[in-house]
Structures are given as structure tokens and as C-alpha cells.
Nanobody
Framework: VQLQACGGGLVQARDSLRLSCAAS????????MGWFRQAPGKERDLVAN????????EYADSVKGRFTISRDNAKDTVYLQMNTLKPEDTAVYYC???????????????WGQGTQVTVSS
């Protein structure tokens, strides 16, 4: 099983980025998918998750209205569109998968390798 995350980078405040996470080795449509982030010295937190069908979505309060999670089950890929980025969004972003459930940190079965997002002021 592999979750390959990409799309991070160095941007300025108010810019946009789109992260992608391509899954292999799993039946993607059976898995809830999520994005998490971890800033230096802080715990890893949920950013957004989406259920296996794509009709149940949860966002952290800090990203509501700015970030959008989506999935393409035909491409085995989950996306995170990040708009109006802020310096406090700087972190390593990880994707994760959990079968038949909304993915949580405690129960995630698979993790991607992380992609760095740095937002300068």
C-alpha cells in the first residue's frame, strides 16, 4: 500500500496550492481519506476528511471556507485545494486512509509520506 502525496511548496500569504494524494494497493473507494498537518513542535491535527462515497466531509475550524477536500475514485486520488493561505498554515501535510470510516489520527490504517507547505507573510 502506498499513499503518495505531492503539491506542497513555498508560497506567499493569500496564495493557493492544491495537494494531491494518489493511493495504490487498496480498493480506494472503500476508504475514507483525510488530510492532516503537523507544524514544528506541535501535534498532528486533522485538516479535513472525506468519506468513501464523498458525501460526508469534515473540516477543521481553522480552514473552513478556505480549504476544500475532494476525491476522484476513478483516479484513486484525494485532493486538498487550499486558498487564501496564511503563515499559520505552514506545516507538513499528510494524507491518510481508513477503511469504511471517516479517517482519524487514532484509527488511520495508512499514511502518506508528507509534503511540506510553507507560507511566507
Amino acid at each position: 500500500v502506498q499513499l503518495q502525496a505531492c503539491g506542497g511548496g513555498l508560497v506567499q500569504a493569500r496564495d493557493s496550492l492544491r495537494l494531491s494524494c494518489a493511493a495504490s494497493g487498496i480498493i480506494f473507494s472503500n476508504y475514507g481519506m483525510g488530510w492532516f498537518r503537523q507544524a514544528p513542535g506541535k501535534e498532528r491535527d486533522l485538516v479535513a476528511n472525506i468519506n468513501w462515497y464523498g458525501d460526508s466531509i469534515e473540516y477543521a475550524d481553522s480552514v473552513k471556507g478556505r480549504f476544500t477536500i475532494s476525491r476522484d475514485n476513478a483516479k484513486d486520488t484525494v485532493y486538498l485545494q487550499m486558498n487564501t493561505l496564511k503563515p499559520e498554515d505552514t506545516a507538513v501535510y499528510y494524507c491518510a486512509a481508513q477503511r469504511w470510516a471517516a479517517v482519524t489520527i487514532a484509527k488511520a490504517e495508512y499514511w502518506g509520506q508528507g509534503t511540506q507547505v510553507t507560507v511566507s507573510s
